[in-house]
């Protein structure tokens, strides 16, 4: 829409909103780092930050997990600036926050032009380039926190995934549960998870823009509503070093038409001939994918064996310790249940940085004609060394290596987004490179 068409829409929405008793907008972009940032809009000042754009340094693109700044080949330093344009068709009245609503934003550059560092553009120019080839992608977060005290200390003392837990905390659970309803965030379960105080929401695939942005609204009403119960929340990779830590698996679904790509084929478990290959694309660039997946260094104190982070780069049908989980669902259901989880990501991945990335990868893949090698089905941990699939990077800088050595992300990323991302990985591994398991459980805890 033009500047016009644009203004008289945020003026239907800013009154809207005031309708609803919301005073202030809170727009939010996220970081390299994985860290959700924020500028914040009166209701009467909304109509002119969506025609004109607020104001924000590109030096955002290369702020660290501890707010300290690094720089890049293109983004860092004083100089320079960027306009943030919330999206309306996305604005929402936050439940948890009275007065309050929330919108995602695009960079662009004070010109007007897309700005080449914006992890939301890059999302959504991927997800048109497959839309362009014929592709629809169904997406979804899972979300794993930690609610507890600030020394870390668990919200429940019940058992894993026992109903003793939401006994425990069943008016905490339900006001997570009503938030996301009222913001219309289609809940498909819930359930107490396996580490002391830790819990799991998943919600309905969309596509992988808003995707992304359900994962940044879906975390921050969880906070607003854990902070109204006297809750700390942690959704970092590990919250306590030693223990299982908080996953942030990917579901996908690639289609054409009415053909879910995953099901009624010829290939293993039914996956068609395109799928088969969008999946063997996707197992061979995990490496290079968990480099934007599981990004901090304490992901990979999360990215073990036996933790079923899925740390191996193999795949199998509902195998939870394989990097690439194929869910085909129960009979019957599978021409529209059957999707692919990708289990070796966490809570410190961008979320738009990452659905892009996948997305480049499948809209790629579809008709490369690729297979997938033989289906693990046990624990690779239990099979000899020698027949163990190989294992995925077991630090930062292997990952970081392996994204720069791709022959598909970097180009799909461009030399902006790649090197800013690249070079707050690589100073975060030199903050943390001395750091003890404890030390940076501790450090990181609760920035995300």
């Known amino acids: 829409m033009d500047r016009q068409q644009r203004a008289a829409e945020a003026r239907r929405v800013a009154a809207d ?34 025609e004109w754009g607020v104001g924000m340094s590109p030096v955002f693109d290369v702020f660290c997990v501890d707010d300290s700044i690094t720089t890049s080949r293109h ?11 919330p999206d309306l068709s996305h604005v929402t009245a936050l439940a948890a926050q009275p007065g309050w609503a929330w919108a995602p934003v695009d960079r662009h550059t004070q010109e007007g032009e897309p700005y ?17 080839a014929g592709l629809e992608l169904r997406m979804a977060y899972e979300f794993e926190w930690f609610a507890g005290t ?21 008016g905490y659970a339900d006001a997570v549960l009503a938030a996301l309803a009222d913001q219309r965030v289609p809940v498909e379960q819930f359930h107490p998870e396996y580490a002391a105080g830790q819990w799991e929401v998943s919600v309905a695939p969309a596509d992988p823009v808003t995707a992304a942005d359900r994962a940044v609204l879906v975390r921050q009403t969880i906070r607003a509503v854990s902070a109204t119960f006297g809750y700390q929340v942690s959704f970092a990779p590990v919250v306590v070093a030693g223990q299982v830590g908080n996953g942030g698996h990917l579901h996908l679904s690639a289609w054409t038409g009415e053909q879910n790509l995953f099901a009624g084929g010829d290939g293993p478990h039914g996956v068609t001939a395109e799928g088969e290959s969008i999946l063997a694309a996707l197992l061979h660039r995990l490496p290079a994918l968990v480099a934007i997946g599981a990004p901090s260094p304490a992901s990979y104190l999360r990215l073990v064996p036996r933790h079923w982070a899925g740390p191996y780069q193999c795949w199998g049908r509902e195998n939870r310790e394989a990097g690439l989980r194929l869910v085909t669902g129960s009979e019957g259901e599978r021409e529209t249940a059957a999707n692919a989880e990708l289990k070796c990501f966490d809570g410190a991945a961008n979320p738009y940085l990452l659905a892009g990335a996948v997305t480049a990868v499948v809209t790629a893949a579809r008709d490369a004609g690729l297979t997938l090698p033989p289906e693990v089905t046990v624990d690779p941990a239990d099979l000899p060394e020698g027949d163990q699939p190989p294992r995925l990077p077991t630090s930062l800088p292997d990952a970081v290596a392996a994204l720069r050595a791709d022959d598909l992300l970097p180009a799909a990323l461009g030399g902006p987004l790649l090197e800013a991302f690249c070079a707050v990985r690589e100073a975060e591994h030199r903050l943390f490179a001395d750091a003890s398991p404890a030390e940076l459980a501790e450090a990181t805890r609760w920035r995300y």
């Open 116 to 132: 080449p560092g914006c992890q939301r553009g890059f999302a959504r120019a991927a997800t048109e380039r497959a839309r362009e």
């Open 150 to 170: 600030v020394d870390a200390t668990p919200s429940t003392t019940g058992p894993a995934y026992g109903m003793t837990r939401l006994v425990e905390l069943s």
């Open 75 to 85: 983004a860092g330093g004083p100089v320079g600036d960027l306009r943030l344009h």
């Open 17 to 50: 909103l005031a309708a609803q008793d919301v005073r202030n907008v809170a727009l939010t972009w996220v970081d390299n780092a994985g860290v959700t940032r924020v500028k914040a809009v009166p209701v009467d000042r909304f109509e002119r930050a969506a």
